[in-house]
C-alpha cells in the first residue's frame, strides 16, 4: 500500500521556521520526483517545492523561493522541507504528492500519489 505521511506542522509567529516530513512508503522511493503543494481555506491547490529523483534537481514556486528549502533522504524514504521567515500567507494545509518523474515538477495532474496533509498556521 503507497503512503505519504506529511507531519510537522503546527503554529508558529511570522518570522519563525518549520521544518516539514513526509514518510513515503509502498513504493520505490528512488524512482519519483516528490513534491509539496499547499492548499489554504477558500483558495485553489498550488505548487511550493519540488525535487527531482536524483535531488539535483529542484523547483521552487516564486513566493516561496530564498525561504523554504527541500530536500530528500533515499536512505530514509524521506522528504523534508525547511520553511523559515515565514509569513501569515504561507498558512495552509501542506500536502506531499510523488511523481514517475526524473525531474522536479509543478505540474499537480503528473502526481500520482497524495499524503493526507499537515496544517501550517502563521500568525502575524
Known amino acids: 500500500e503507497v503512503q505519504l505521511q506529511a507531519s510537522g506542522g503546527g503554529l508558529v509567529q511570522a518570522g519563525g521556521s518549520l521544518r516539514l516530513s513526509c514518510a513515503a512508503s509502498?513504493?520505490?522511493?528512488?524512482?519519483?520526483?516528490i513534491g509539496w503543494f499547499r492548499q489554504a481555506p477558500g483558495k485553489e491547490r498550488e505548487f511550493v517545492a519540488a525535487?527531482?529523483?536524483?535531488?539535483?534537481?529542484?523547483y521552487y514556486a516564486e513566493s516561496v523561493k530564498g525561504r523554504f528549502t527541500i530536500s530528500r533522504d533515499s536512505a530514509k524514504n524521506m522528504l523534508y522541507l525547511q520553511m523559515n521567515s515565514l509569513k501569515p500567507e504561507d498558512t495552509a494545509v501542506y500536502y506531499c504528492?510523488?511523481?514517475?518523474?526524473?525531474?522536479?515538477?509543478?505540474?499537480?495532474?503528473?502526481?500520482?500519489?497524495w499524503g493526507q496533509g499537515t496544517q501550517v498556521t502563521v500568525s502575524s
Open positions: 504528492a510523488a511523481t514517475k518523474s526524473t525531474l522536479a515538477t509543478r505540474h499537480a495532474s503528473w502526481y500520482e500519489f
Open positions: 509502498g513504493f520505490t522511493f528512488d524512482d519519483y520526483a
Open positions: 525535487i527531482g529523483q536524483s535531488a539535483d534537481s529542484t
